[in-house]
């Protein structure tokens, strides 16, 4: 799987595959090193090997602006940094520091004596992991996915890591682990997310082979492994970071377009080929590198919208009347202009272009590239309806859309007294007519961090909590939780809060125990059942709601044949599902219309003994055998249940 120069053009290298030509890169007895600084008026080589020496050796620039060295000597796992000055006289003052490898796969850490930390870059060995499940044996449907942040998940090395995630993830069902961003960065409490190096694996956790084992660990047990990167934005730093690296803004936009003021941040200059490439190759590193069988691309707003997280007017404003035609044949596949009376602009005026244009670049190359590859849009505004669509349909490309805003307003209906809400407002959120596939994120370290808290401490039951996740696991798409959900973890997300550990396994209390149990039972049902493998919206169509008794229903599709049959054959897998919104213990009666007159068995009951404990409702076989006379099914529904129903196989 690891991509070879063999057969590959210098051009196809540098486009799609920077990391095989720019960095450092040992050949027998000989290590190249290379690094792009157009602007730099010297380079020089710094390692230990001359004792750290800033003018020793020097590199030699060619016409492309990338910089040269070559030593005759076998430097793997060495440590070294570039000299970089520029005495241009455009700076007010000349240029010089010591600077990392862009490309480093891993960096060394170590603190000084006035207490500043120091970074190296590390000459890596990409043959020196033996892969043993470097790919994982089935595809990425069906999926659930479980995000977790390495230190507060376990605070080992990786393979330790590793082996937890298989013990607890693997146990539970989740087909994928989703990792928040495990990139280099100077600033532990940023989650992740203010990368400095992003081509350089996080050193807190080991090293690149360790962080190498643990995906191939996760994949020897049938897990997949996807990693949260942001594309948009880095961290200014120049220890481990890329800001002002050749004295310019290489990599970042100059002035107010190149910072994100909230994040205090610095935002990737995109429309630059170098740049672009350097990211696009990002993905592809990731997979063919290090075994990545797909990414969440963080705060995609950030990235296509100039208005976002800037300020009200602290952004550059399109004019409408010059815009280019590929700029508006793009917008218009995605969705179109429209006018915003609450802001007073019009949306091309606020949509970064060159943003857009990136990420539908980028996965028109991962398509070639990495066809094996995902890629997952996390987007809160959701006002492009095609970001998960091909980029041939006119899309972006995406694979997955993660609405974040949707997690956002199904909560807060939740928290909405039952005799006050509105079926049609839960129904309108989970029915549209997208042709996206989505990631279902029941929780997200965003929805329990930063004054907000963990599912169970806002819902204030696991009863409720069992339901949604019902909910999640049901409807199409990837269901999403993350870390501590499956026990009922409380309070909210910090890095300096670890889970629980002590609340699984045999201490924990009884609700923790049937809130794993439910996570356990719906992932068998995922991987079990085919209606639950298809993720597109088509597989779902409403059946029918009592906004008056506080019920809806859908049906979830085993097959392509939706209505257009009656026959039992065409209908074997189909799922119909029915949630009952209120926990009042009064008679709620229901008819479920159903595609085939049969008999019907329970797959899936919320209220079981086993998800909620004995009450007087529950007394009973929770997965009985109902006949559909006609096309009907008539049941009572109980507090809170959600309840699924299948067709009883034929003996």
């Known amino acids: 799987m690891t991509v070879s120069k063999q057969g590959l053009s210098p051009e196809t290298i ?89 490309f480093s796969p891993q960096l060394a850490s170590s603190w000084n004596g006035n207490g500043t930390r120091n970074f190296n870059s590390i000459v890596g060995d990409r043959h020196a992991f033996d892969w043993t499940h470097k790919k994982l044996e089935k595809g990425h449907e069906p999926m659930s996915i479980y995000e977790m942040h390495l230190s507060t998940f376990h605070d080992g090395n990786y393979r330790d890591i590793a082996h937890k995630i298989v013990e607890h993830v693997g146990y539970l069902g989740f087909t994928h682990v989703q990792i928040m961003p495990p990139l280099q960065t100077p600033i532990h409490e940023s989650w992740g997310y203010l990368v400095g190096c992003p081509y350089a694996i996080y050193e807190r956790h080991g090293t690149i082979d360790d962080f190498k084992y643990l995906v191939n660990h996760c994949h020897k047990n049938g897990i997949g492994v996807i990693v949260d990167v942001p594309l948009g934005f880095g961290i200014q730093d120049w220890d481990c970071g890329l800001g002002n690296y050749d004295g310019t803004d290489l990599y970042h936009h100059s002035g107010a377009k190149g910072w994100n ?82 802001r007073g602009y019009w949306l091309s005026e606020a949509v970064d272009f060159a943003g857009l244009l990136f990420l539908r670049d980028l996965h028109a190359r991962l398509n070639y590239t990495a066809p094996d590859f995902f890629t997952i849009a996390e ?32 909560r807060k209906y939740l928290q909405i007294p039952v005799g006050d809400r509105k079926i049609e407002h839960i129904e309108i959120l989970i029915h549209n007519n997208s042709a996206e596939k989505m990631v279902n994120a029941m929780n997200t370290h965003d929805e329990c961090a930063n004054g907000k808290t963990r599912l169970l401490t806002e819902l204030g039951s696991h009863i409720p909590l069992i339901g949604l996740a019902a909910l999640c696991w049901f409807r199409p798409g990837a269901p999403m ?30 609700h923790e125990q049937q809130i794993t149990n439910n996570f356990y039972d719906l992932n068998k049902l995922l991987n079990n059942e085919p209606a639950l493998a298809r993720q597109e919206i088509s597989s779902m169509i409403r059946n029918g709601s009592n906004n008056e008794r506080k019920w809806f229903s859908f049906i979830r599709w085993g ?53 909620i404990g004995n009450h007087d409702y529950n007394q009973h ?21 959600n309840i699924a129903f299948k067709l009883k196989p034929r003996s």
Not at 387 to 409: I, K, P, W
Not at 562 to 576: A, L, P, Q, T, V
Not at 621 to 641: R, T, V
Request: proline share 4%; net charge negative.
């Open 261 to 342: 003021n909230q994040w205090q941040s610095r935002i990737y200059n995109i429309g630059d080929t170098y740049v672009k490439n350097y990211l696009a190759g990002l993905c592809t590193y990731l997979h063919h590198e290090l075994g990545i069988d797909g990414v969440r691309i963080d705060a995609v707003s950030a990235q296509i919208f100039y208005d976002y997280d800037r300020g009200f007017w602290d952004w550059p404003k399109n004019d409408r009347e010059v815009m280019p035609m590929e700029n508006w044949d793009l917008f218009n596949s995605l969705g179109g202009d429209r006018y915003f009376d609450d």
């Open 559 to 611: 097959s392509n044949v939706g209505f257009e049959s009656n026959r039992w054959e065409d209908h074997e897998h189909d799922i119909i599902f029915v949630r009952n919104e209120t926990h009042y213990m009064v008679e709620c009666k229901a008819e479920i219309y159903v595609p085939v007159g049969a008999e019907y068995q329970v797959i899936y009951n919320s209220i079981d003994q086993r998800y």
């Open 14 to 102: 540098e486009r799609d595959y920077p990391y095989l030509y720019f960095g450092a890169h040992v050949n027998r007895n000989q290590t190249v090193f290379r690094v792009y600084a157009p602007n730099a008026t010297g380079v020089w080589l710094m390692r230990e090997g001359n004792n750290w020496s800033q003018k020793a050796e020097s590199l030699t620039k060619n016409h492309d602006g990338v910089w040269e060295i070559t030593i005759e000597e076998d430097l793997t796992y060495c440590q070294y940094k570039y000299w970089i000055e520029n005495n241009s006289d455009y700076l007010e003052t000349p240029y010089q520091m010591a600077r990392i490898d862009p």
């Open 379 to 410: 987007e809160s505004r959701r006002v492009f309806p095609r970001l998960a669509c091909s980029v041939e349909e006119g899309g972006l490309g995406f694979t997955y859309a993660q609405n974040m805003g949707e997690m956002h307003r199904i």
């Open 481 to 510: 939780i993350f870390q501590g959900d499956e026990f009922g973890e409380e309070g909210y997300f910090d890095i300096s809060h670890p889970l629980n550990w002590s609340r699984t396994g045999e201490y924990a209390a009884l």
């Open 621 to 641: 076989d929770p997965y009985w055998i109902i006949n559909a006379g006609g096309q009907f099914m008539y049941i009572d529904l109980l507090p809170y249940q």
